[in-house]
């Protein structure tokens, strides 16, 4: 019995494979996922590798420093964690070396005198958009030989895939 997903030889319904035990949506979707997953990882290794060795900087530390360019006034550790999707230790453990090269720097949270919120320095915020300059144009240059037609397409599927999670999401809570 062939595994291709091709017809058998005379027959008209294809034979699926061992990985398409569910609905042929299904394994779409899976091959789908799994496909933003591998392009997703190839840029993110090569950024990463170009951050390392041009700046020294490791790519949570410029995703925190990021985040902290969009929030002139700071955010605090929760709302850090939650926007970059990582628990509160790593937020912190990535504070302290950026508090460490004066990079960020933690001030009292004005709408809460107990808790504290991390912004950039001065120093962090040059840093940041040297940074920032380079890594657009990694990135521009990592996809320059996609056709701009292709870009503007994949931008928005997936804007439209992102609404719909976002929708799975709201429904679902109670």
């Not at 999707?85 to 070396?97: F, W």
Request: aromatic share 4%; charged share 30%.
């Amino acid at each position: 019995m062939p595994l291709t997903g091709l017809p058998e030889e005379g027959g008209e319904e294809p034979v699926l494979d061992l990985a398409s035990r569910l609905t042929k949506d299904h394994h779409q979707s899976l091959k789908l996922w799994l496909r933003m997953l591998s392009c997703t990882v190839k840029i993110e290794n090569e950024i990463r590798g170009r951050l390392r060795a041009q700046f020294g900087i490791t790519l949570p530390r410029f995703d925190l420093m990021a985040q902290l360019e969009r929030f002139p006034d700071g955010l605090r550790m929760g709302e850090l964690s939650r926007r970059m999707m990582v628990t509160g230790g790593n937020v912190t453990g990535i504070t302290d070396q950026l508090e460490q090269e004066k990079l960020v720097q933690r001030v009292p949270d004005p709408k809460d005198g107990r808790a504290y919120s991390v912004k950039l320095t001065p120093a962090g915020r040059r840093a940041f958009a040297e940074m920032a300059q380079v890594h657009e144009g990694w990135v521009a240059e990592l996809l320059e030989d996609m056709p701009v037609e292709d870009k503007g397409q994949l931008i928005e599927l997936l804007s439209r895939m992102k609404e719909h999670l976002y929708a799975r999401e709201a429904k679902d809570k109670p």
